[in-house]
């Protein structure tokens, strides 16, 4: 049965690669889809890695609607097995809905990717619909690191790398970028919580009036060592 699943994850933990990577293996396999995407980094009808992978898409504007396009390319002689949403929190609620509809209606697979909440951990409206919808929401196992080292849970966005919190929802940004730009900085809680980016992090460092011991780092908790394999011992028999 088709599915609509909700990929899901902080900025710089794979998102779009694994987008890339799913196409590829479904059109391998012999399926036919589309790939989708909205203000991607690389421009616009264009899905892109941060690893340098890039592929064509489909530009998702405010009118889109993705039934009719798959209806058309039907219409038109073509197939439609699976489609490919990247940075589906921009998607519109309406949006979701419709894809929901391919899935249920169409026998369409539908795997989107997208960050959950914004810079002011607030829910986008689109991933908001996609977990009210979604058969399954999958966080994605590759984890994004805070600069203390913990795992990233959240996304900061930053001026000139002193973290904000008030602004547009929306604002076009990418997790490398330069002086007095706005960028986006993934934070564990702890330091989302407490407003410090690497760069606040960094000037505390060199503070005078700080020691080592009083920076805010979050412990990082050991790797867990392999469970030891049980060890056969000689044993003698009475003769």
């Known amino acids: 049965m088709a599915e609509l699943v909700f990929f899901s994850g902080t900025m710089d933990c794979g998102k779009s690669t694994l987008a890339l990577q799913m196409n590829h293996n479904h059109t391998v396999a012999g399926r036919a889809g589309l790939m989708f995407t909205q203000q991607d980094r690389a421009g616009e009808a264009v899905l892109s890695s941060r690893l340098g992978l890039l592929g064509d898409a489909l530009e998702v504007t405010p009118d889109l609607d993705f039934w009719d396009v798959v209806v058309a390319r039907r219409m038109s002689g073509g197939r439609v097995d699976f489609v490919i949403c990247d940075e589906a929190q921009f998607y519109a609620p309406d949006q979701v809905d419709q894809l929901a509809r391919l899935v249920d ?89 407490r407003r410090m980016t690497r760069h606040a992090a960094q000037a505390a460092a060199m503070s005078p009036d700080v020691l ?23 044993t003698s028999q009475a003769g």
Request: aromatic share 6%; glycine share 8%; net charge negative.
């Open 105 to 193: 209606e169409m026998a369409v697979d539908v795997f989107a990717f997208g960050i959950t909440a914004d810079f002011r951990t607030r829910l986008f409206p689109g991933s908001q619909r996609l977990i009210e919808l979604a058969d399954r929401v999958q966080v994605l196992q590759v984890e994004a690191l805070c600069w203390c080292g913990a795992r990233a849970t959240h996304n900061a966005r930053t001026e000139d790398g002193v973290m904000v919190v008030e602004g547009a929802q929306v604002v076009v940004g990418d997790t490398n970028v330069g002086s007095g730009e706005i960028g986006y900085e993934v934070l564990c809680r702890r330091h989302h919580m």
């Open 212 to 234: 080592p011991l009083d920076l805010d780092i979050c412990p990082v908790p050991p790797l867990r060592a392999a469970p030891s394999q049980p060890t056969s011992q000689p």
